[in-house]
């Protein structure tokens, strides 16, 4: 529903979330129904680090003076969440990776029943489709990692000196890792190294890591295994595979790059609350996009 004028400074007071006051939230709604381009604008102006003229963090779908009534918050724009959030109305959604199946979201070579019924759908029902990448990444702290770690419940673990390093109680590669699935209802994690390997340092790398990230990670002395999302099986995979093959006390955890960064999409959710007042702001988890026979 689109939250517009309200009655009373009280009634805007009880809708606001935190971090607007009462005197704020009731400018906001005084001055119209919230448009997309707003909301763009205010997560700009909130975000704390520069924007970026080269960048994918672009309104992918509709017109962005649309009036928003509501803001979904995802890994990504799938049929599934698209669905979910038509149906309770958040009609701007604001995910971290494409729609359309590249980068860029170029639909200029896309073609077919399944690009065609999806772009259809986003029209039809009016849905604002926003990608939030680069700049979520580039908050300090980055934003994914962020909400990874509160979902892992690891802040306890974290070393003051690298925000993606973790110390443990020293446990079994398979403990850990068993830990990680349960954890974050992974169904089909692939890990690298022996079951039996002691791991008390761990690095956690959410969505896509490179070939040299990979490498330069194990070849840490300070590292026993590192945790991504994905990685290109013949370049990264291979590496650590190899590295376990010569002898090195090293491991290599596969989540899943949906897995990886939904839970920082729930804290986007959160962080948007604190200075978007007028509409219900609801974060919709991608999930696992395989299964296991």
């Not at 939030?132 to 702290?141: I, K, S």
């Not at 956690?204 to 295994?225: I, K």
């Not at 990685?231 to 595979?241: D, F, P, S």
Request: glycine content about 6%.
């Amino acid at each position: 529903m689109t939250v517009a004028v309200l009655d009373s400074t009280k009634e805007m007071t009880r809708r606001t979330f935190a971090g607007a006051s009462a005197s704020t939230a009731l400018a906001m709604a005084q001055a119209g129904p919230l448009t997309a381009q707003q909301v763009l604008d205010r997560i700009k102006a909130n975000l704390g680090v520069p924007w970026r003229e080269a960048t994918v963090d672009t309104i992918k779908t509709a017109n962005p003076q649309q009036t928003v009534t509501g803001i979904a918050t995802s890994f990504t724009s799938t049929m599934d969440v698209l669905r979910k959030a038509s149906s309770k109305g958040l009609n701007m959604v604001i995910v971290h990776e494409p729609t359309f199946y590249n980068h860029e979201d170029k639909r200029e070579d896309l073609a077919g029943a399944v690009f065609t019924a999806k772009a259809a759908f986003l029209e039809k029902n009016g849905l604002v489709v926003l990608r939030f990448h680069d700049h979520w990444h580039a908050r300090r702290p980055d934003g994914i990692l962020v909400g990874m770690v509160s979902e892992l419940g690891w802040e306890k673990f974290a070393d003051p000196a690298n925000p993606r390093r973790f110390v443990f109680p020293p446990a079994s590669l398979e403990t850990v890792a068993a830990r990680l699935a349960q954890r974050l209802d992974v169904k089909t994690m692939r890990v690298i190294g022996d079951r039996k390997l002691e791991v008390r340092n761990v690095i956690l790398a959410p969505g896509y890591a490179s070939l040299p990230g990979v490498m330069r990670t194990l070849e840490r002395d300070d590292v026993d295994a590192l945790v991504i999302g994905e990685a290109r099986e013949w370049e990264g995979v291979e590496y650590a595979r190899d590295a376990v093959a010569l002898g090195k006390k090293k491991a290599l955890i596969i989540v899943g790059h949906s897995m990886s960064e939904d839970g920082g999409m729930k804290e986007c959710a959160k962080w948007l609350t604190s200075f978007i007042p007028e509409v219900p702001v609801e974060f919709i988890a991608s999930g696992e996009p395989y299964w296991r026979p």
